[in-house]
T-cell receptor, first 114, second 114 residues
Framework: GQQVMQIPQYQHVQEGEDFTTYCNSS?????IQWYKQRPGGHPVFLIQ???SGEVKKQKRLTFQFGEAKKNSSLHITATQTTDVGTYFC??????????????WGLGTSLAVNP | KAGVTQTPRYLIKTRGQQVTLSCSPI?????VSWYQQTPGQGLQFLFE???????NKGNFPGRFSGRQFSNSRSEMNVSTLELGDSALYLC?????????????FGEGSRLTVL
């Protein structure tokens, strides 16, 4: 079936280091969304990418959508302790109408040492 | 505006019992999706309702059911509870559907089955 693989599963960094998480889909996606879930919290929407090759920035966060619309990445520059949490990607399949599905990656848990 | 409200926040049940969880979406949102979250398993999609109709369903047994009312509030029910049903159940609302835009999650209902 259609899958979205997210790597790495865990990442432990020193504060100030960069961090990247990757999502790879087995099929072409219509769009991809990114969410952040703080420990004990609920997922919070970060961004949606729709266009092939799209790059969007939010302060220290850079999101990319691959040219083939099968991969995406989230890069955090100079991590801070406030970046701690699990980052999920969720891709929408390219099927028509109600056959479109939102497929979630398993998430990357980020720990930041102060 | 008020966010997504889920009740109850915490509950403890015993095997064989049933449980009903409630979700009130953001005003004006017609889509409500339900997810089960357990450690290491990410977000497992249960079902999505739109305008009182089930639009999509995940791969869960028939013990898991849901419905949506005319005011967009949704309930999910789990019958004949098993130990493995212990999880955080998250509800997410969106304007037109989970595949097309931002999902707003509630705080979740944490179910413990003893």
């Amino acid at each position: 079936g259609q899958q979205v693989m997210q790597i790495p599963q865990y990442q432990h960094v020193q504060e100030g280091e960069d961090f990247t998480t990757y999502c790879n889909s087995s099929t072409t996606l219509s769009n991809i969304q990114w969410y952040k879930q703080r420990p004990g919290g609920h997922p919070v929407f970060l961004i949606q990418l729709v266009k092939s090759g799209e790059v969007k920035k939010q302060k220290r966060l850079t999101f990319q959508f691959g040219e083939a619309k099968k991969n995406s990445s989230l890069h955090i520059t100079a991590t801070q302790t406030t970046d701690v949490g699990t980052y999920f990607c969720a891709g929408t399949t390219n099927n028509a109408g109600n056959n479109r599905k939102l497929i979630w990656g398993l998430g990357t848990s980020l720990a930041v040492n102060p | 505006k008020a966010g997504v409200t889920q009740t109850p926040r915490y509950l403890i049940k015993t095997r064989g019992q049933q449980v009903t969880l409630s979700c009130s979406p953001i005003s004006g949102h017609r889509s409500v999706s339900w997810y089960q979250q357990t450690p290491g398993q990410g977000l497992q999609f249960l079902f999505e309702y739109f305008s009182e109709t089930q639009r999509n369903k995940g791969n869960f047994p028939g013990r898991f059911s849901g419905r949506q009312f005319s005011n967009s509030r949704s309930e999910m029910n789990v019958s004949t509870l098993e130990l493995g049903d212990s999880a955080l159940y998250l509800c997410a609302s969106s304007l037109v559907g989970q595949s097309t835009g931002e999902l707003f999650f509630g705080e979740g209902s944490r179910l413990t089955v003893l």
